[in-house]
């Protein structure tokens, strides 16, 4: 329509009204292109803002799994301090719960956190330029302080294969039928039961109790004892450190 008119005032050498038709699709265009980009840059907010909410989101489900990890590394630690009481004993006077304490502190399960919202908040491209700049440099020394102490984290300890090598086979197998570890899968946690009593029979406790006595594995479990408490430390300070980055975010976004 625009066109048609454009042509018949080119014909009638009406250049005024072919300089106002000009100038009508100049503005049109120009309005199209406005409207185009204030649409893409919304889409951009609600994009970067959805990864922010993710992200969020991924702290507070992690630290419920943080927590799980604090209380069940607590348990391993006492299993750990029961069975360096119990070493000071003459042989003969170990019982049960020492053969129980020895095995449960071998429970080392391998930390990690479900990190799938940060690394799509990282593949954001020009929407992250749209957060604030605080909340992105906090999030990635965040994730920075996490990835540093994976190694750690995820250490397991000589003392669990030196413990278990040595332990009887059928008195393994009758703690963990009596006492099984609750293992969720999908947040990636273990927690050991409170209380374990797998009523082995004397003939087990006399054997488990000689084969571990046998063995010097006290070097082994101080270690991991003081592998436990560095790692309860660094779970505590990223708790921590994601709570107040959660309320920064909260405040700041």
């Given at each position: ?166 332990m009887p086979h ?57 592998d436990l408490h ?24």
């Amino acid at each position: 329509m625009l066109l048609r008119r454009i042509t018949e005032h080119v014909k009638a050498q009406n250049w005024f009204a072919v300089g106002i038709d000009f100038f009508i699709v100049v503005i049109g265009v120009f309005l199209g292109i406005q409207v185009a980009n204030w649409n893409a840059t919304h889409a951009n907010i609600r994009t970067a803002q959805a990864a922010v909410d993710n992200v969020q989101a991924e702290l507070s489900s992690n630290r419920e799994r943080i927590q799980i990890w604090i209380d069940n590394y607590e348990t391993l630690s006492k299993h750990a301090l029961a069975t360096l009481d119990e070493l000071e004993r003459p042989e003969e006077q170990r019982g049960e719960r020492f053969v129980v304490d020895a095995y449960q502190a071998s429970s080392y399960a391998q930390f990690t956190l479900p990190r799938d919202a940060y690394n799509d908040f990282l593949a954001l491209g020009p929407s992250k330029a749209l957060i604030d700049e605080d909340i992105r440099q906090r999030l990635v020394r965040y994730y920075f302080f996490l990835d540093a102490m994976s190694l750690t984290l995820k250490n397991v300890p000589a003392y669990r294969s030196r413990l278990r090598s040595v332990m009887p086979h059928d008195v393994e197998v009758r703690i963990r039928t009596k006492c099984p570890p609750r293992i969720n899968v999908l947040e990636s946690s273990i927690q050991l039961p409170e209380t374990c009593q797998p009523e082995l029979s004397a003939d087990q406790i006399v054997r488990a109790t000689a084969e571990l006595s046998a063995v010097n594995f006290k070097p082994d479990l101080n270690l991991a004892l003081s592998d436990l408490h560095l790692k309860i430390g660094i779970l505590r300070l990223v708790l921590n450190t994601s709570q107040e980055l959660d309320a920064f975010i909260e405040d700041t976004a």
